[in-house]
Every structure is written in structure tokens, then in C-alpha cells.
């Protein structure tokens, strides 16, 4: 199968040649050409109104910027991304017609923020306003310097020789954030804590030896070393087989599997990255912070383009840890906000990360200091049969099989943060259905042990707030919490949320059976959490409604949220990294549409100080029915460490599934495709 690499603002007459190149190369059972040069492909196209900013975009909000005296070459940028168009502008445009192209920029300039609004059509800057006490993402030259100034701190080699470890080159750190614990010296300056990992060994990856109980807290922008902490000492864990430079044997060579999909397949493009499959048209767009986002989500019925999504992505993640150790106790990440899925996105491998036949897309994304860059293959499109029926029925007069093989189309990236991987599919089907996927995979933080196993005098006290998962190596408890921005539209903005409840009612005269249940309906009419009640505690249906359209058996068209993963934080809500991140304490929240809310713990979660985002959102209870509204749904597990984590951790999935109903008037599933019968087995 041939392998195709495109670049995310290549125009759609560079698609169409790859496309047919690659086509041409699949006849003949060889790769395709490669894409041309970048000094030899067209200039970047700007066709749509959610179209990514392009690296000349990108260049041109920084020049306007350094221009204006709102920057100088000492500015970093912490975000220079798209400023959407209002909504409705957006639904109502057309192909051909013109549209504003404005740029959101966080700058960071002498120690403030700032945040600015630039005009690209017009070249002008149109505002700057300085946020005071607010932190940007952590950027590259932050991270670089707060590593440098630790490890060129007396303190650090005295703490390493302590330890029995004299020289420094074999020790390698990382910079993490902060978080914020008052009165810790050094609140209010850019703070990151910096670990130790030993790197003797030459490890994949370094952070299998973690060196214990050594920490510096470091100011990222002037570099001053605000303090070391150099608690216990325990000896390094062994270094873990298979964790080598190279990939040690396999037990048993597995034959090969792939997912192969007739040529030339059902997938088409147009513009910067407008995706058409069977029945379903959606744009992409890369980011710097979500990584991706998926808008303008509409399926074809009958002759009608039907709205489900205007926009979907990661919002934020919140990963704390379950450790009091004072080199632990901090480690309370939010990814998004602190880091940038789209910053730390990675390159994906054909054939491991997705299909060797999968469609591969360079994303571009702005840099620190006011240009871009390029992430080859980082995202993923592909279709594949899942081997399942999406639908089957055997007739015994017959003696056949009547039905339809299951296809699917992903769309996939894989940001790594630190000792994280986090597959992050979204998935059509031709019933309708979309299905938001989250992987986790990569290895365990880990710690070092007294213990090397569970009959050792210590293991009990090492294990309190972890398993040992290898002699010598725990691995702490920890939670992930996926908070989902879903900006639905069923058919049109205006909708309601609605929870069916299963309601137990005993019957009478029903032939013995005394007892049913039936369904009790219940909307919600102000924004905020959905909080459960003695009726959901048997299980609910929670469904976004239109109110104002009827099936054609007069039924609201809705879309059922259908959730496999829902654990909510257990954390005590005045805890201080709980209270940054309480959309985490809630599985779902309804909020009243509103442009500038974005981000599920705030604009600034970086050393936030309290929660700026969904519970903010939220606290003047506006009405939420029949309105333009956003379901924020958490995607919430708790991962119990094991020895099958190490030294490698099995990809582990977590999933939402969105599921029209009462939305179409008969199945989708036998739309698609034609009707299969097959003779039946004896």
C-alpha cells in the first residue's frame, strides 16, 4: 500500500497531484514520489474562515508587533493562533466570500503579559493589553535555562555527591511545571521544578532511573535557582530490561497484520484541510495548545447537510499525582495549558502509529519567538474495516447471512508530554455516530524503593501511595482527566440538554411480572454541572436536543452522549491543585456559548492561582434553554500502577461515543454500502 505525506497548507491542486501520483504508484505495487520540495510547492493557501494561521500569517502578527513597540527581540510568544470569526459569520459564509483574518498573541516582555489582537488583512494591531500576574505556556528558552542554571548550582553537585554521583554529565534533568503552592519562596516569579534522572546507562528513555529526593525550583526567565530540595536518599532503581538503547528479541515473532483498504478509498480533500468521507464533511485545524480541533462537523441526509458539530477539541487535561513526597506532591499537570498538546505533538511512524496507507499531514505551528515550524507527519487520516458487522441478521429459512462490514474513518495524533503518550482519535462511522478516543501508552513515572519486592520490611510504608511494578521501582498512583470542549449543533445552535433517567415503577395485571422501567425526562435551564441525583444513580441518558425541528415522527432530533469513561476527581475541592482544575469534579458541564471561553481551567492555567475557567464560566447561572450552548464532558481515569506497565505501558483506552437519535428517520447502516448475502455454515 502506498504511503502519502501532505502538508497541511499545501493548496488543494498539490493534493490532487499527490493524490494521483500516489494512486499511480499503488497500480504499480511501489511508494510513490515524494512530495515536491518546499521551496517548490505553492504558496499556502487561505481558503476558509477556520483555516490554521500559515508560517507567513504567523511571521507577519510578530513583524506587525515588534513594529508597533508591543515587542523587541528579548519577546517571546507564548500563543500567536487564529481569532476566530464570530460564530455566526462563520455558519452563514460561503465558499468565495471574504472574511475577517484576525490573530490572538500572548507575549511575554520583561517579565509581564500581555495579550494582543492583530488585524492581518489590514496590517494593524488592534489592541495590546497587558494581564497582570497571569503565566503563559512554559517556552522552550524557559525550560532550557531553568534546566542549565540547576545543574550549574553548587547545591545540585553537592546533592549529587551525596549521593555517590560525581560526575554531572551523567545525570540528566527536566524541567517541570510548577503548579502553585503558597507560600513557597519564589511565588510569583516563572517558576519550573526541575527532577534529576541518571543517564549513565544510556537508557530509552533517561527517565527510567529517576535520582530521589533531589529537586530545584528555578526562575525559567532570570534563571536564579530560587531553592534545592535534597530530601531522602535511596539508592537508584536497576536499570529495567528492555529499555536499552536498541529493542531486546521478542519472545514470539507475531506475523504481520495490516489494515488494508480498497484503492483509491473513500477519503477527499479540498482547501487547507477540509476532509469529505462518504457522508461526512469537517475541517481541521492545527493548534499550538489543543493540538487539533475539529469544526464544522455535518453529515449528508438525503439532499440535506446536516449540522452535529461546530467545533471539537482537547480543552485541557489535569494529571495529579496520589504522592506527599515534597518532589511529588507537585507534580499536578495541566498539559494543555502548561505545555501545549499541539507544542509537543509528535511525528507519527507509518505502520506503528497508524497504517502505512494512512494519508500523513505536517502540521505548522508557531515558535516561541515569532516564527514557525513544521512537525512532519503529525497527523494522521485514515479509513479501516474494524472486522466487526455494523450490522447482521441470520435467516434459518434462508440459511444465510444478510449485513454489512463495519468501516470507520480515524483522524489521529499523538502528542508525548514527558513520560506520556496520548493517542487522540476522532472517529466517524457511517451511522452518524462520532467517537472521541484517548490512549494512554509510553511508561509509568516512576520512583525509587527500599523494596524489591512485597515481602521486603519496607514495602508496606513504599507502596503506600503506589505499587511496586519492578524490584526496587514504584510507580505512584495517579489520575488523567481529558476535559472535551463540544461546541454541538443539532441541526442549529439554539439547543437544550436533557438526562433521561431509568425510574423502577411496579405494574399490576402484567401477567405476573411486577415490576418495569421506564424513562423520566429531565431539562436543564441554567448553565453549570450536571450534578447526579438519586435518579441517576441508576443510570442516565444525557442528550443535546433541538426543540425547535421534529423527525417525521415528531421526535427532537438529539445527539446521545454516550459515556465509557466518567470517573470524577476524588481530590478534597479546597486542595490547591484541585482548585485550579475543577472541571475534573464534574463528568459534564453546560455553559451558555461564549467566544472567549475556551479553555476548561482558563486562559492562564500555568501558576494559576484559582480556577478561571468552567466554574467561572459558569457562576452567573445564565439560561441555557433553546440557547446556543457547550457541553464540556471530562474523560476521567484513574490509572492503579501494575508490573504489566513496565517497562513499556500498553496502550490504554478511554472513550465518549456521540450517537444520533431520533436525529435520522430510519438507520444509516444500510446506506453506504450494498447489501451482502452469505451463504450460512452448516
Not at 500516489?22 to 481558503?47: F, G, L, R, Y
Not at 545543574?151 to 503548579?179: E, H
Request: include cysteine.
Amino acid at each position: 500500500m502506498a504511503r502519502f505525506v501532505l502538508k497541511l497548507q499545501c493548496c488543494a491542486i498539490a493534493l490532487a497531484l499527490l493524490f494521483c501520483a500516489a494512486a499511480e504508484a499503488a497500480k504499480k505495487k511501489t511508494s510513490p514520489p515524494p512530495p515536491p520540495a518546499a521551496q517548490e510547492q505553492p504558496a499556502p493557501i487561505v481558503d476558509h474562515p477556520l483555516d490554521a494561521l500559515t508560517a507567513d500569517e504567523i511571521e507577519a502578527v510578530a513583524k506587525l508587533l515588534r513594529q508597533s513597540g508591543a515587542a523587541d527581540d528579548k519577546t517571546l510568544f507564548g500563543i500567536i493562533s487564529l481569532d476566530e470569526p464570530p460564530k455566526a459569520d462563520v455558519l452563514a459564509w460561503t465558499p468565495g466570500r471574504e472574511f475577517q483574518r484576525h490573530a490572538f498573541a500572548i507575549l511575554r516582555k520583561d517579565q509581564k503579559t500581555y495579550e494582543a489582537r492583530v488585524d492581518l488583512k489590514s496590517a494593524k494591531v488592534i489592541s495590546v493589553t497587558e494581564v497582570p500576574g497571569k503565566f503563559p505556556m512554559i517556552m522552550n528558552a524557559m525550560w532550557e535555562r531553568a534546566r542549565d542554571a540547576f545543574i550549574k548550582d553548587k547545591r545540585f553537585a553537592t546533592a549529587l555527591a551525596r549521593r555517590g554521583i560525581s560526575d554531572s554529565s551523567t545525570v540528566f534533568c527536566t524541567p517541570n511545571s510548577a503548579g502553585y503552592f503558597p507560600p513557597e519562596p519564589g511565588t510569583g516569579h516563572f517558576l519550573l521544578k526541575v527532577p534529576c534522572f541518571s543517564s549513565k546507562d544510556k537508557l530509552h528513555p533517561a527517565l527510567a532511573r529517576p535520582i530521589e529526593g533531589l529537586m530545584g525550583v528555578v526562575d525559567g526567565e532570570s534563571g536564579e535557582v530560587i531553592s534545592v530540595l535534597d530530601h531522602e536518599m535511596v539508592g537508584l532503581p536497576p536499570a529495567p530490561q528492555g529499555y536499552g538503547e536498541t529493542l531486546p528479541p521478542r519472545d514470539e515473532a507475531a506475523a504481520p497484520a495490516e489494515i488494508l483498504v480498497s484503492e483509491p478509498g473513500n477519503i477527499k480533500f479540498s482547501g487547507q484541510l477540509m476532509v469529505n468521507w462518504l457522508k461526512w464533511n469537517f475541517h481541521l485545524r492545527a493548534d499550538k495548545r489543543a493540538g487539533l480541533v475539529v469544526s464544522l462537523v455535518r453529515f449528508k441526509d438525503g439532499e440535506r447537510m446536516r449540522n452535529l458539530a461546530y467545533e471539537m477539541n482537547v480543552s485541557e487535561m489535569f494529571v495529579p499525582y496520589m504522592d506527599p513526597n515534597p518532589t511529588w506532591s507537585y507534580r499536578t499537570f495541566m498539559d494543555v495549558g502548561e505545555f501545549g498538546l499541539g507544542y509537543l505533538i509528535s511525528s507519527l511512524a507509518p505502520g506503528i502509529d497508524c497504517p502505512a496507507s494512512a494519508y500523513y499531514v505536517d502540521l505548522t505551528f508557531p515558535n516561541d519567538v515569532g516564527g514557525a515550524y513544521t512537525k512532519q507527519r503529525a497527523l494522521c487520516i485514515f479509513e479501516r474495516p474494524t472486522g466487526d458487522p455494523v450490522w447482521r441478521h441470520y435467516s434459518s429459512g434462508r440459511n444465510d447471512v444478510q449485513g454489512e462490514p463495519q468501516l470507520e474513518l480515524v483522524v489521529r495524533i499523538i502528542p508525548t508530554l514527558g513520560n506520556y503518550d496520548y493517542v487522540t482519535d476522532y472517529v466517524f462511522d457511517p451511522n452518524g455516530n462520532i467517537k472521541l478516543r484517548v490512549g494512554a501508552t509510553g511508561f509509568d513515572a516512576i520512583k525509587s524503593s527500599e523494596a524489591a519486592d512485597m515481602d521486603a520490611p519496607t514495602a508496606a510504608a513504599d507502596t503506600t501511595y503506589g505499587n511496586l511494578i519492578a524490584p526496587y521501582t514504584v510507580a505512584p498512583y495517579h489520575d488523567h482527566y481529558f476535559s472535551f470542549r463540544l461546541d454541538m449543533d443539532v441541526d442549529q445552535p439554539e439547543n437544550t440538554f436533557v438526562r433521561n433517567t431509568f425510574t423502577p415503577t411496579p405494574v399490576k395485571d402484567a401477567g405476573g411480572r411486577t415490576s418495569i422501567w421506564s424513562l423520566k425526562g429531565q431539562r436543564f435551564l441554567k448553565e453549570g454541572p450536571i450534578v447526579e441525583d438519586d435518579a441517576s444513580m441508576n443510570g442516565a441518558l444525557y442528550r443535546l436536543q433541538n426543540s425547535n425541528e421534529k423527525n417525521r415522527l415528531k421526535q427532537n432530533p438529539s445527539l446521545w452522549f454516550n459515556a465509557n469513561h466518567d470517573s470524577e476527581s476524588l481530590l478534597d475541592q479546597a486542595d490547591t491543585p484541585q482548585s485550579r482544575a475543577n472541571f475534573s469534579s464534574h463528568q459534564f458541564w453546560i455553559s451558555k456559548y461564549n467566544p472567549d471561553e475556551l479553555w476548561s481551567a482558563g486562559l492562564y492555567p500555568n501558576l494559576s492561582q484559582k480556577d478561571e475557567g468552567l466554574p467561572q464560566f459558569v457562576s452567573d447561572g445564565e439560561d441555557i434553554t433553546n440557547q446556543d450552548i457547550v457541553v464540556w464532558y471530562t474523560m476521567g481515569f484513574r490509572h492503579v500502577t501494575r508490573p504489566e506497565d513496565f517497562p513499556i505501558l500498553p496502550t490504554f483506552w478511554h472513550e465518549l461515543t456521540i450517537r444520533p437519535t431520533f436525529f435520522f428517520d430510519r438507520s444509516q447502516s444500510m446506506t453506504f454500502n450494498s447489501g451482502h448475502d452469505q451463504p450460512a455454515g452448516q
